[in-house]
């Protein structure tokens, strides 16, 4: 490294996660993350808690992530749906990033509306993690599916992609 700053939020990604109870919130991957960052004006801020062996959060899209009048863009829920998927991370103690990511939209997801994310992962096959989401709104109906594939990385991936 010699005299290069390790940016504080990989350096704590790399000194590992600490464990999160059931229903415990977890706390966001960076302040300025566009998903779920407290301190991004253009973000979703989601608010991701652990449901098990899964995650789970709710989520009201609003206008700023306006596609269609009074519809969530489709890029803004993949974005719910890829940055919820890294949560589950927290309860693999892994370091991974998105591989591949397909949503399914089953139907509009309406702005200033509550709905509900909910993440699980699957078994670890080389690098490979799946994981696997749904989107419900207020009736439990399933408006939005996600799948992706997670693949395992080091800590030189990220200060590698931030150029340090
Ligand atoms: C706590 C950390 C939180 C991090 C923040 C989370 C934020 C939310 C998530 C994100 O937004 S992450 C950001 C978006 N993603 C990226 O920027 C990743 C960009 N892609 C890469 O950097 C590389 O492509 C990657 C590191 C993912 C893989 O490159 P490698 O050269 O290291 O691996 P390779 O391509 O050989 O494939 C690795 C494994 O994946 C498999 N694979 C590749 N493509 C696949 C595919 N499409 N489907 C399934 N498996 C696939 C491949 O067969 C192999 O399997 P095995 O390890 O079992 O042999």
Redesign the pocket.
């Known amino acids: 490294m010699g005299q290069q700053t390790v940016d504080p939020v990989i350096a704590g990604?790399a000194a590992g996660?600490r464990p999160v109870r059931d229903g415990e919130y977890f706390p966001p991957?960076?302040p300025g993350?566009v998903?779920c960052g407290p301190a991004n004006p253009h973000g979703l801020h989601l608010a991701v808690r652990r449901h098990g062996e899964g995650v789970q959060a709710e989520h009201t899209f609003d206008d700023r992530h306006t596609g269609a009048p009074g519809v969530a863009h489709g890029g803004a829920v993949a974005?719910a749906f890829?940055?919820l998927?890294?949560?589950l991370?927290?309860l693999l103690g892994?370091?991974?990033?998105?591989?591949?990511l397909r949503v399914s939209y089953l139907a509009p997801v309406r702005l200033n509306a509550a709905y509900m994310l909910r993440a699980d992962h699957g078994a670890r096959?080389?690098?490979?993690i799946?994981v696997s989401a749904e989107l419900r709104n207020h009736d439990n109906v399933v408006v939005a599916t996600a799948e992706a594939?997670?693949?395992?990385?080091d800590t030189h991936?990220?200060t590698r992609?931030a150029g340090r």
Request: with cysteine; hydrophobic share 45%.
């Open positions: 990604w996660f991957h960076s993350c998903g974005m890829d940055d998927f890294g949560f991370l927290y892994e370091l991974a990033v998105t591989r591949d096959v080389g690098r490979r799946p594939t997670f693949v395992v990385v991936h990220f992609a």
